[in-house]
């Protein structure tokens, strides 16, 4: 069975730093990750996904991730933090097809001004 | 565009009434999932249907069921309700047959409670 976990159930950055949400998966076969964002008592907001093609993802709200098949990783990224990134995010994984997305624990990310 | 719909937004039942949730997915979509998300926690996949047809099925309670209509809306139904059924309960939904790129669209969820 397919799994992500989320090492990290907090991550605090400056405005402006640079900031990394890790994220490590575990399937059996080719892995469809995916990030999606959670603001308070608000749904869940896809940011990018990777399903095949360069390892280097970019998606909404100037984050990218990167895919990293020998270390299982598929970490969150963007350069350059806002204080409205300050959320609830989440690495979650599927297999093709109408298969379930199985969600990592989440990391809430706090940027501080 | 048009995104899940969700309804209610907030319910609050006393422990052993029963709930209804209603979801409405994307025009299209054929796919629809339902989630749990406890206090804190990570959603939980329930149950998902596909072209009306019960396609997988998660850590749902016996005491919950759901059902997908013929216009693709879905409902869950939950009965003899307990205070660790408090949460916020997602629906999602895709496309499979159109083309799956693989994301699940999620609403904004109802928020159940109960006391």
């Known amino acids: 069975a397919q799994s992500v976990a989320q090492p990290e159930d907090q991550v605090n950055v400056a405005e402006g730093n640079p900031l990394t949400v890790k994220c490590t998966y575990s399937?059996?076969?080719?892995?469809?990750l995916f990030w999606y964002v959670q603001y308070p008592n608000r749904g869940l907001q896809f940011l990018l996904k990777?399903?095949?093609?360069?390892?280097l993802v970019k998606g909404s709200y100037g984050f990218e991730a990167e895919f990293n098949k020998s270390q299982t990783s598929f970490h969150l990224k963007k350069p350059s933090a806002l204080v409205s990134d300050s959320a609830l995010y989440f690495c979650?994984?599927?297999?093709?097809?109408?298969?379930?997305?199985?969600f990592g624990k989440g990391t809430r990310l706090s940027v501080i001004a | 565009a048009a995104g899940v719909i969700q309804s209610p937004r907030h319910l609050i039942k006393e422990k052993r009434e029963t709930a209804t949730l209603k979801c409405y997915p994307i025009?299209?979509?054929?796919?629809v999932y339902w989630y749990q998300q406890g206090p804190g926690q990570d959603p939980q996949f329930l149950i998902s249907?596909?072209?009306?047809?019960?396609?997988d099925k998660g850590s749902i309670p016996d005491r919950f069921s759901a059902q997908q209509f013929s216009d693709y809306h879905s409902e869950l139904n939950m009965s003899s309700l307990e205070l660790g059924d408090s949460a916020l309960y997602f629906c999602?939904?895709?496309?499979?047959?159109?083309?799956?790129?693989?994301?699940?669209?999620f609403g904004e969820g109802s928020r159940l409670t109960v006391l």
């Open positions: 025009p299209r979509h054929d796919t």
């Open positions: 249907f596909y072209e009306k047809m019960q396609s």
């Open positions: 979650a994984v599927r297999d093709w097809g109408n298969t379930p997305l199985v």
């Open positions: 990777y399903i095949t093609g360069d390892n």
């Open positions: 999602a939904s895709s496309n499979l047959a159109g083309g799956n790129t693989g994301e699940l669209f």
């Open positions: 399937v059996s076969g080719n892995p469809y």
